[in-house]
């Protein structure tokens, strides 16, 4: 089955630093890399995404990275706070008709300390 | 403009009985998808649908399990005869025509088998 590994598992970071998650895929098909935040009981939200074409996007306090040759991209936090503290996942898809059918990393647990 | 609609949110079943999922995509909505996340792991693709039509059900278990998306109403989820193992939270996505791979989540079903 096509995989992403995440790492790492669980991550904590003090207030106002970085929080550095990432993601690797084999499937060199996949064109579409979406990061998810999920808070308990409640469903993954999309956060963030990034196409190959391109090696960085930053939106806010969150930036992907991406390395095409390695297959293998990462969400950074700047200035992380409380409120981050959430499971982040990456997530890959293959091409337009089948986008929705995304693969999930198997989350990060992030704890932002006051 | 609601979101992506799912009930009940928690599902109690006893081995053997039946368990009916629901979910009322966003609306505009013509997608969707269903996920199937086990404790401490990622979502895994289940189920891609459109009205009225399967496109694909790759990920889904070859016994017990069904989907549908009528024409009118919510998508169903349906696992027959459930095991223990169906424990999970069951969570839906829909996409809009044009941006498959923006995808909407539900706040999930979480199913209980005793």
């Known amino acids: 089955q096509q995989q992403v590994k995440q790492s790492p598992q669980s991550l904590i970071v003090q207030k106002g630093g970085i929080s550095i998650i990432n993601c690797a895929y084999e499937?060199?098909?996949?064109?579409?890399f979406p990061w998810y935040q999920q808070f308990p009981g409640k469903g993954p939200a999309l956060l963030i995404a990034i196409r190959p074409d391109v090696s960085e996007k930053k939106e806010g306090r969150f930036t992907i990275s991406f390395n095409k040759s390695a297959k293998q991209f990462s969400l950074h936090i700047m200035d992380s706070q409380p409120g981050d503290s959430a499971t982040y996942f990456c997530a890959a898809s293959v091409g337009d008709t089948n986008a929705g059918k995304s693969t999930f990393g198997d989350g990060t647990t992030l704890t932002v300390k006051p | 403009n609601a979101g992506v609609m799912q009930n009940p949110r928690h599902l109690v079943r006893r081995r053997g009985q039946e368990a009916r999922l629901r979910c009322s995509p966003m609306?505009?909505?013509?997608?969707v998808y269903w996920y199937r996340q086990l404790p401490e792991e990622g979502l895994k693709f289940m189920v891609y649908l459109q009205k009225e039509n399967i496109i694909d059900e790759s990920g889904m278990p070859k016994e017990r399990f069904s989907a549908e998306f009528p024409k009118e109403g919510p998508s169903i989820l349906r696992i027959q005869q459930v095991v223990r193992g169906d424990s999970a939270a069951y969570f839906c996505?829909?996409?809009?025509?044009?941006?498959?791979?923006?995808?909407?989540f539900g706040p999930g079903t979480r199913l209980l088998v005793l």
């Open positions: 499937n060199t098909a996949f064109d579409y």
């Open positions: 609306k505009g909505h013509s997608h």
């Open positions: 996505a829909s996409s809009p025509v044009g941006a498959l791979e923006t995808q909407y």
